[in-house]
């Protein structure tokens, strides 16, 4: 058996670049300017801008996709080959606020998609389409930097996904209860997404 090469602690600390990743350093950023000029009912999104979103959007995910494998028998045994490519649900979670514009417009773009009352909306795709992009941040004032300056105001972006062409499906419940203190609301949005790319 062949040997390996003993790994050292220190090693290891030489290839975690940056410290590693943090889950909790991100930004998400409607690029399609602000979900109003989708919803298309200014009198109640008017406040709602990407910039709110952004500090109101407690968690999201960086994009995930799968390739559905095709089981193809021969003579008794299965092969696999390489079937359709296909882009996963994404769950953004947002805090609510008192003003209630996020949920709002949210709730504006989804009537726009099927009224409720007679089950007509948008029907071409362009109408109620938007796009949106996850950045993922470091914790440095540069990339790989080995301290942060708390002076400086910018904050180096690792990586940025760009969500293309999604539509939310589901926006969740927020449930109101007496026992429910010293709390603040928060609700899930669902999008689906056509396709997503990676800005390098």
Known sequence: ?????????????????GGGARPNLFEVVFTNANVKAISG????????NAEEFSFLCKAASLPASNIAA??????GRIF???GDRTVDTW?????????FLIRTAFEEWMQQIAHLDGNDGATS???YMSNASVF?????DSI???????ANTEQWSLKEYKFIDMFPTNISAIDLSYDSGDTIEEFTIEFAVNNFERVD
């Not at 095709?70 to 003579?75: A, K, Q, S, W």
């Not at 790989?144 to 708390?150: C, G, Q, T």
């Open 1 to 17: 058996m062949a040997k390996k090469t003993r790994r050292t602690i220190s090693q290891f600390k030489s290839k975690l670049k």
């Open 41 to 48: 009912n200014a009198s109640k999104t008017d406040d709602f």
């Open 70 to 75: 095709i089981d193809v028998p021969f003579r």
């Open 80 to 82: 696999k080959v390489a």
């Open 91 to 99: 769950t953004v979670t947002v805090i609510n606020d008192e003003d």
């Open 125 to 127: 795709p362009t109408a």
């Open 136 to 140: 993922q941040l470091g914790r440095g």
């Open 144 to 150: 790989h930097s080995k301290d942060s300056k708390a």
